[in-house]
């Protein structure tokens, strides 16, 4: 075997304008297809981290009716679905790849929250539990976060994110002041944002849609306080944090189902579902697909161009060493050693091209990138199979030479000039 690739190299060097013509198909389809496949990789990994976040592995579980988040506002408290007992977020907490668990709820504040005469235009006041910051990854910036007497005896403080506190505050200072919710005084108590800075790319106005929520000021109380703005206790939302971003979907579903075993509403179409960003971005890349497969294929021909070209030049081989190959049977050479000579010779040029093509198509990748401002993601496992699927074109169109060589008749093939 070591003989045979030793052989082949040299056979490779002897002819290198030939042996790289031969290589050029291979060469030129390898380069695409991992050109290709990067750019399609790091495409879809844009759009997962433009809806989902960087680093960000929590799904929230809603209340909808019919395929629309449930309005308080508008409806009022539906009959049949309970409040989320302790007993209940153990069980969300038991499900696999879920790190932790945090119950909440909110309402769009529409003329709610003021301070003074400056009101938050399309925020959203949330009433959430202890678990709530560390599980949606905030961390506090100013101030301090919620602590136990806060909920135990319902005192009146809240918590501002970052857009609201600029909002009502105009970038004074905003820990210790007061503001009003819904009539009732509320003492700021400290400034939370994201652990990791995160700016969604928005180019449509379904993407703008999509992180409305995200980017409006967010206004956040102890949930036992909320009876006090609102009246009542309302149903609870949740939020699951997972061990990574592929969990997303699975665990969003399982907790949905759980979480509905517990309703019995007299509108059947009231359920918990997930708000699965995840599964949004995977229908995204999804739309893409049938063009990205067409370009693979497209990329593929010259793969099969590439073969056909070894094809030829290695009956051009068997052709100039036919005395060779005579001399080799009439010493006692086997047909199988003959065989394996021009298979390995066939493959060896083959991976060498998959090699070139490797390189070609990272720096092609690199160059639309650059050029074009696209993402790539180079595909460890998609260069190792290029180099393997063009050792196979080697072998696949060696063989009819290669049984072309190992078949010659040792006293015609030593007659031949």
């Not at 042996?19 to 291979?26: A, E, K, V």
């Not at 879809?44 to 680093?55: A, F, H, P, R």
């Not at 809603?62 to 007993?87: H, K, S, T």
């Amino acid at each position: 075997m070591f003989e045979n690739i030793r052989l082949s190299f040299q056979g490779i060097w002897s002819h290198k304008m030939r042996s790289f013509l031969t290589m050029l198909g291979i060469i030129i389809g390898i380069a695409a297809i991992i050109a290709i496949v990067s750019t399609i990789q790091g495409t879809n990994e844009q759009i997962k981290e433009n809806l989902v976040g960087s680093g960000e592995n929590a799904v929230e579980v809603l209340l909808f009716q019919g395929e629309w988040q449930y309005e308080m506002e508008y409806n009022g408290i539906p009959a049949g679905v309970p409040l989320i007992a302790d007993e209940v977020v153990e069980q969300l907490g038991d499900i696999p790849h879920v790190e932790s668990v945090a119950r909440y709820v909110s309402r769009s504040c529409y003329n709610d929250v003021y301070r003074l005469n400056t009101g938050l235009s399309g925020g959203y006041v949330y009433g959430v539990d202890q678990n709530y910051f560390d599980t949606c990854d905030y961390i506090v910036r100013e101030g301090r976060g919620f602590t136990e007497r806060d909920y135990s005896e319902y005192h009146k403080v809240a918590i501002l994110d970052e857009d609201s506190a600029d909002a009502l505050f105009q970038g004074e200072d905003a820990v210790g002041r007061t503001i009003e919710i819904r009539m009732e005084p509320y003492i700021v108590v400290g400034i939370v944002a994201k652990s990791r800075e995160f700016t969604p790319v928005i180019n449509t106005i379904d993407d703008y849609y999509t992180y409305a929520e995200n980017s409006a000021g967010v206004v956040y109380v102890p949930a036992a306080s909320w009876p006090i703005i609102y009246g009542y206790d309302e149903p609870q939302n949740v939020v699951l944090r997972t061990e990574g971003t592929d969990y997303m979907t699975e665990v969003g579903k399982e907790s949905a189902g759980i979480l509905n075993t517990y309703l019995s509403p007299q509108d059947e179409t009231i359920t918990y579902k997930a708000k699965d960003l995840l599964e949004q971005a995977q229908q995204i890349q999804e739309l893409s697909s049938s063009t990205n497969t067409m370009l693979i294929w497209i990329a593929g021909i010259s793969l099969i161009v590439g073969g056909i070209g070894v094809m030829n030049i290695m009956l051009v081989s068997v052709t100039e060493r036919t005395q060779e190959i005579g001399l080799k049977k009439a010493i006692g050479a086997r047909k199988s050693r003959i065989l394996g000579q021009f298979l390995t010779e066939a493959a060896v040029l083959t991976s060498l091209g998959g090699v070139i093509g490797v390189v070609v198509g990272i720096v092609l990748a690199e160059v639309i990138s650059y050029l074009s401002t696209t993402p790539v993601s180079i595909s460890i496992p998609a260069a190792v199979c290029a180099v393997a699927f063009s050792m196979v074109i080697g072998i696949v169109f060696g063989v009819f030479p290669s049984y072309k060589a190992a078949n010659l008749n040792p006293i015609d093939a030593l007659r031949h000039e």
